[in-house]
């Protein structure tokens, strides 16, 4: 993590809105890195049934890739993969290194014997031998597997002890955070706002680029399996068997964008058993999850503009939202981003007008 040099009696009071994978590790990094941080949600980790587009808590979740090499978002998600390796060294975190094995239905390269751009940021990479003909390219390594119910409570309890504090309250407006219930002697400099799917309907934001996309999952009880497992179509669905600490295993893979129905539309129709029909045979159905993808139109939005609230109080907004079914692999690297992007416009001289900083 880097550091930024404010001395600690002027620690700039941020509010990060969101409680999510993302507005976690951005409150804790900015929280690491001399800031004095609160976050604002009405829905956190300790929730024993969240809503369904409070999407975190229903994620699967492993590091692999699903953008192209050009795409900005594999350098933001290859930077951090190793931060998620250091992680996994503490039994608490919830994550854990296992071996992973990627079925496609078509050459991920476009190119006959090259090899995926994520080859060289993985360990143990290998093309291996397809035992599914219906997806003859495959390969293998190991990545971080995260268990989310233990992630995001690690990474909340990270942030508490590092100073951090948590609000629990719903926003109608972003500048709203600005007016801290409590006895902060300062006004609020900075406000992030991570929301996910919500910055669509956030005053102040009201981003209409941002949609839902479903997801099904069905948490089954196999302790032997250790594996994570994942079939990719050309045509964008993809299929996953991931392998958790506790001896569960989440097979998933719906993708339905623009699909707000929140019931389990049929028991045990997760995708992952197209992909393997034996698994229901071999299983017992444990949970079934639905949740919703924040999704957005033309990505995540990582950008920082200055803004006023009702008052005339001048506040810094950032925006790190968008990351649809990447969150988990990406969250360190968009935090990143955002910090660089805060400490940038801190430096720069307010105008009258709105200035914005674009990363993504």
Same mark, same amino acid.
């Given at each position: 993590m880097?550091?930024?040099?404010?001395p600690?009696?002027?620690?700039?009071?941020?509010?990060?809105?969101?409680a999510?994978?993302?507005?976690?590790?951005?409150?804790?990094?900015?929280?690491?890195?001399?800031?004095d941080?609160t976050?604002i949600?009405d829905?956190?980790?300790?929730?024993?049934?969240?809503?369904?587009?409070?999407a975190?808590?229903?994620?699967g979740?492993?590091?692999?890739?699903m953008?192209d090499?050009?795409?900005?978002r594999a350098?933001?998600?290859?930077e951090?993969?190793?931060?998620?390796?250091?992680?996994?060294?503490?039994p608490?975190?919830?994550?854990?290194?296992?071996d992973a094995?990627?079925?496609?239905?078509?050459?991920p390269?476009?190119?006959e014997g090259?090899?995926p751009w994520?080859?060289?940021?993985?360990?143990?990479?290998k093309?291996?031998?397809s035992t599914?003909?219906?997806?003859?390219i495959?390969?293998?390594?190991?990545?971080?597997?995260?268990?989310?119910?233990?992630y995001?409570?690690?990474?909340?309890?990270?942030?508490?002890?590092?100073g951090?504090?948590?609000?629990?309250?719903?926003?109608?407006?972003?500048?709203?955070?600005?007016?801290?219930?409590g006895t902060?002697?300062?006004?609020?400099? %900075?406000?992030?706002?991570c929301? /996910? @799917?919500?910055?669509?309907?956030? +005053? =102040?934001v009201?981003?209409?680029?941002?949609?839902?996309?479903?997801?099904?999952?069905a948490?089954?009880?196999?302790?032997?399996?250790?594996?994570t497992?994942?079939?990719?179509s050309?045509?964008?669905?993809?299929m996953?068997?991931?392998?958790?600490?506790n001896g569960?295993?989440?097979?998933?893979?719906s993708h339905?964008?623009?699909?707000?129905?929140?019931?389990?539309l049929?028991?045990?129709?997760?995708?992952?058993?197209?992909a393997s029909?034996?698994?229901?045979s071999?299983?017992? %159905?444990?949970d079934?999850k639905? /949740? @919703?993808?924040?999704?957005?139109? +033309? =990505?995540?939005?990582?950008?920082?503009e200055?803004?006023?609230?009702?008052?005339?109080?001048?506040?810094?907004i950032?925006?790190?939202?968008?990351?649809?079914?990447?969150g988990?692999?990406?969250?360190?690297?968009t935090a990143q981003?955002?910090?660089?992007l805060i400490?940038?416009?801190e430096?720069?001289?307010?105008?009258?007008?709105?200035?914005?900083?674009?990363?993504?």
């Amino acid at each position: 993590m880097t550091n930024h040099t404010h001395p600690k009696h002027e620690r700039p009071l941020v509010a990060v809105i969101g409680a999510g994978v993302v507005g976690l590790t951005t409150a804790l990094l900015l929280q690491c890195n001399h800031y004095d941080v609160t976050i604002i949600s009405d829905e956190f980790p300790w929730e024993d049934k969240p809503r369904p587009d409070y999407a975190s808590p229903k994620a699967g979740a492993h590091w692999r890739s699903m953008c192209d090499e050009d795409d900005e978002r594999a350098k933001v998600s290859s930077e951090k993969h190793g931060t998620f390796q250091e992680l996994a060294k503490n039994p608490e975190s919830g994550i854990n290194i296992r071996d992973a094995i990627d079925y496609f239905d078509f050459n991920p390269t476009g190119h006959e014997g090259r090899d995926p751009w994520w080859s060289k940021v993985v360990d143990d990479f290998k093309k291996i031998p397809s035992t599914n003909a219906a997806f003859p390219i495959a390969y293998s390594y190991k990545t971080p597997v995260i268990t989310p119910n233990i992630y995001l409570k690690f990474l909340l309890h990270q942030f508490k002890q590092a100073g951090g504090h948590v609000q629990h309250r719903k926003l109608s407006h972003v500048t709203e955070a600005a007016l801290w219930v409590g006895t902060k002697p300062r006004p609020v400099k %900075i406000i992030v706002n991570c929301t /996910g @799917f919500q910055a669509r309907h956030l +005053g =102040g934001v009201n981003d209409l680029r941002n949609f839902q996309t479903r997801g099904q999952t069905a948490v089954v009880r196999a302790s032997w399996i250790h594996e994570t497992v994942t079939w990719i179509s050309k045509s964008g669905s993809i299929m996953y068997v991931i392998p958790r600490s506790n001896g569960d295993v989440v097979l998933g893979g719906s993708h339905e964008a623009y699909q707000k129905y929140p019931k389990i539309l049929t028991p045990g129709s997760s995708a992952a058993y197209a992909a393997s029909p034996d698994l229901l045979s071999k299983f017992d %159905i444990v949970d079934q999850k639905v /949740g @919703f993808r924040p999704s957005r139109i +033309g =990505g995540v939005r990582v950008e920082v503009e200055h803004g006023r609230t009702g008052t005339g109080q001048h506040v810094l907004i950032a925006h790190n939202y968008g990351h649809g079914g990447a969150g988990y692999q990406s969250s360190w690297g968009t935090a990143q981003d955002t910090l660089e992007l805060i400490q940038k416009a801190e430096k720069e001289t307010v105008d009258e007008q709105p200035t914005e900083f674009a990363r993504l």
